[in-house]
């Protein structure tokens, strides 16, 4: 069922230029599709995905910001390490995970609340596109 609705997505939000497809599954590597990663090129969207989320949220679309850099760990300060330090050593991380990427529900959707949702994001990459 996760397999069909990112599927599903995939394909709904395959013409959108500023959201970029998460990697397809390949006869060695097979994604568990347990969350759809949504990304969006900020540059083409004309917001960056902290926006994007703002949105979603609004329309009732639940993302999920689920993976993160290890350095953002609250237990890696515990132990001393400087998380700004690092953060500042990894730019393209931070520009990814402010920037451009979060999460999409997979869990048991039904067909319109799976539709919703792939018309919800297409209207919000397209709001920010116009500036709205």
Aim: hydrophobic letters at 40%; a positive charge; glycine letters at 6%.
């Amino acid at each position: 069922t996760r397999r069909r609705h990112a599927a599903y997505l995939t394909a709904a939000f395959a013409k959108e230029k500023g959201i970029l497809p998460p990697p397809a599954d390949t006869a060695r590597t097979r994604s568990s599709h347990h969350l759809y990663p949504l990304r969006i090129d900020p540059e083409v969207v004309g917001a960056d995905i902290q926006a994007v989320r703002r949105k979603l949220k609004e329309k009732g679309v639940t993302e999920i910001p689920h993976f993160g850099p290890m350095y953002r760990f609250q237990i890696l300060a515990e132990y001393g390490y400087d998380s700004a330090a690092i953060a500042a050593s990894c730019p393209q991380t931070e520009a990814v995970f402010d920037r451009g990427f979060t999460h999409l529900p997979l869990y048991p959707l039904t067909r319109a609340q799976l539709a919703y949702m792939a018309r919800a994001v297409l209207e919000t990459v397209r709001e920010l596109k116009r500036g709205v």
